[in-house]
């Protein structure tokens, strides 16, 4: 079995934001599986994808950013996941605009939704999707991080999601390991 998470924010007011880069990953890999999120249990809303006769749950928590571990250490011990089969998807202030970086382990790089899965689950070893919203050190950062794309950065984006979910896609049939020599 493996999980796939992706940070963001619940409630409307944070669609379409910087921050919510997990989760607009996340709505990408389900249209592209013709899937829905029709669940909800330990605080996440998910789907349950059949990849042979393997199960992957894809999901967004609803704890908000800064509590994202509780989510992702619930649905891990519900569903018996275990860390090596965990990817998590979050936004990265410190990559260009549509860039990739996939790890197997790091630190947060002061991702507080990172920074709360890596506390609850006690290990910085977890696969990760980390993609570039670059930085704009004139405006504070949770106002970047809050705000939405322009139409100029929105098609850069997009672009990026749509290499993050193949990447997502191939990892269901594949070791983490060729999933970063795929597609860093």
């Known amino acids: 079995?493996?999980?796939?998470?992706?940070?963001g924010n619940p409630g409307s007011q944070y669609n379409k934001t910087r921050h919510n880069?997990?989760?607009?990953?996340?709505?990408?890999v389900l249209d592209k599986l013709s899937l829905k999120l029709d669940k909800s249990k330990c605080k996440s809303q998910y789907a349950i994808y059949r990849n042979k006769a393997e199960k992957i749950i894809i999901a967004k928590p609803q704890t908000y950013m800064n509590l994202s571990g509780q989510?992702?250490?619930?649905?891990?011990?519900?569903?018996d996941v275990d860390k090596d089969n965990l990817i998590v998807i979050h936004d990265d202030l410190d990559l260009p605009l549509?860039?990739?970086?996939?790890?197997?382990?790091?630190?947060?790089?002061?991702?507080?939704?990172m920074g709360n899965i890596i506390d609850l689950l006690g290990t910085n070893?977890?696969?990760?999707?980390?993609?570039?919203?670059?930085n704009d050190k004139?405006?504070?950062?949770?106002?970047?991080?809050?705000?939405?794309f322009s139409k100029e950065e929105t098609k850069i984006f997009?672009?990026?999601?749509d290499k993050a979910a193949d990447a997502?896609?191939?990892?269901?049939?594949?070791?983490?390991e060729e999933v970063m020599s795929k597609y860093n």
């Open 98 to 113: 549509g860039k990739l970086r996939l790890r197997k382990k790091g630190s947060s790089g002061g991702q507080k939704g």
């Open 125 to 134: 070893e977890i696969n990760r999707i980390r993609i570039g919203i670059s």
């Open 21 to 28: 880069a997990g989760f607009l990953l996340i709505d990408k």
């Open 71 to 79: 989510a992702v250490a619930s649905l891990m011990k519900f569903y």
């Open 138 to 148: 004139s405006i504070e950062t949770v106002d970047y991080v809050l705000g939405k």
């Open 158 to 161: 997009e672009e990026a999601l």
């Open 168 to 176: 997502v896609i191939y990892s269901f049939d594949h070791d983490f």
């Open 1 to 7: 079995m493996k999980l796939i998470v992706g940070l």
